[in-house]
């Protein structure tokens, strides 16, 4: 009898002890499957959240992204053209704009740090017009310009001491810089870059913009 007690004990014992683990598996892969995600290391993106959006198209607007450089003299030439396709396209792209200061020029982290500063009040649209339009004023100085770029800022009305705090605040250089990490990551390598809805646009004559765009946004309708 006490045999029998005991083997019984012993298969209730076991039983429960397989059911345990079975437990344990099917809720270690019903967590596995709810979260894939998971531990996965976040990609490069060609817009963030944080990214700074000059124009908003609104849902279903082709997205044109342009990694560009204050002082580039590309970035310059291709300025007048960028606005006329903003006005061209005007409810039709949302128009983002992402720092990539090239190490060959001198004043352009300068200037990337100020149009950042101007836009932490919300007036990157302003300085990115201004110090694409004052250019041939400060563009390949071997000196540091960025007394005229807090010029800029002092024309504009903004509150100096914001922005003097950003500027030399660490973290408005780390927002620029993340901007260019991100790009190298993407493949950028000169400036302007242009991704339209997450592709790169080949430019290969002076209309390929523009084409790429008309395109996109006819596929789009």
């Known amino acids: ?22 437990l344990v598996f099917v809720l270690v ?22 990214s700074h959006v000059l124009d908003d198209g609104g849902e279903g607007a082709v997205t044109v ?30 128009y983002v704009i992402r ?19 101007a836009a932490q009040q919300g007036r990157l649209e302003d300085m990115y017009h201004r110090l694409f339009e004052t250019q041939p004023q400060w563009g390949e100085a071997q000196e540091s ?17 914001a922005f003097d705090d950003a500027v030399a605040d660490p973290a408005t ?11 190298e990551q993407l493949g950028v390598s000169s400036t302007p870059s242009f991704f339209i809805d997450g592709e790169p646009v080949v430019l290969e004559t002076w209309t390929d913009l523009e084409d790429s765009i008309e395109a996109a946004v006819n596929g789009a309708e």
């Open 65 to 94: 992204v342009e990694f560009l450089d204050f002082e580039c003299e590309a970035c310059g030439a291709f300025y007048p053209l960028v606005e006329d396709l903003r006005g061209k396209f005007d409810g039709e792209i949302t």
């Open 173 to 183: 250089a780390e927002r620029v810089q993340f901007d260019l990490d991100e790009g």
């Open 145 to 161: 310009r960025a007394d005229l770029f807090r010029g800029f800022a002092e024309e504009l009305g903004l509150d100096m001491a």
């Open 1 to 22: 009898m006490k045999s029998s007690v005991k083997a019984v004990l012993v298969t209730v014992a076991l039983a429960v002890v397989l059911l345990v683990v079975a």
């Open 29 to 50: 892969n019903q967590n596995r499957a709810a979260a894939p995600e998971t531990g996965t290391a976040d990609g490069p993106q060609v817009v963030r959240e944080n």
């Open 99 to 117: 720092y990539f200061p090239l190490p060959g020029h001198l004043n352009s982290k300068n200037a990337a740090i100020a149009a950042e500063a």
